[in-house]
């Protein structure tokens, strides 16, 4: 652990590329095999952004995997291998997005009736998402883009 630590100080790029190998050693033994993953993640991009699945609070891994006809040991090796995101970041970010939305289309709605309408159950949660996701908290989102349509995406 000690000569970890003093290389990882000399040189990081090492401590990177040991995370990047352990990262990949979890998919060593592939769930992907014989499934066509270009058109798995068609059918994902378009159940969030057609039907927006993201908006069902009680979406789960295993349900998302079966809308999509595959397990959930693949669906979560196709969302952190191929999208580079767990499946909460995913959702959330979908979610973020929508809130961004209605929170410039329609400045008389709740804060807590946005965050529900996409899908948070609780408004602690949503707050959390939206300043993780923006910088900002919801009102001061909605107060820095005035008049605006739909804002910045958010900061990754």
Known sequence: FVSMFVIGNR????????????????????????????????????????????????????????????????????????????????????????AQKYLLQEPKRSILSIAAAVGFETSSAFYNAFNKFTGLSPSQYRKSFPSQGPGPAGKK
Do not use: W
């Not at 009680?58 to 090796?77: K, Y």
């Open 11 to 98: 040189h990081p790029e090492y401590v990177l590329n040991f995370r990047e190998e352990l990262k990949s050693a979890n998919y060593r033994r592939t769930y992907l095999a014989g499934i066509n993953v270009r058109v798995i993640l068609e059918r994902l991009k378009m159940l969030m952004e057609e039907e927006k699945a993201f908006c069902d609070e009680d979406i789960t891994l295993p349900g998302l995997a079966r809308e999509l006809d595959i397990s959930q040991h693949q669906l979560s090796e196709i969302l952190n291998l191929k999208v580079k995101k767990n499946f909460n970041t995913f959702i959330n970010e979908y979610r973020i997005r929508e």
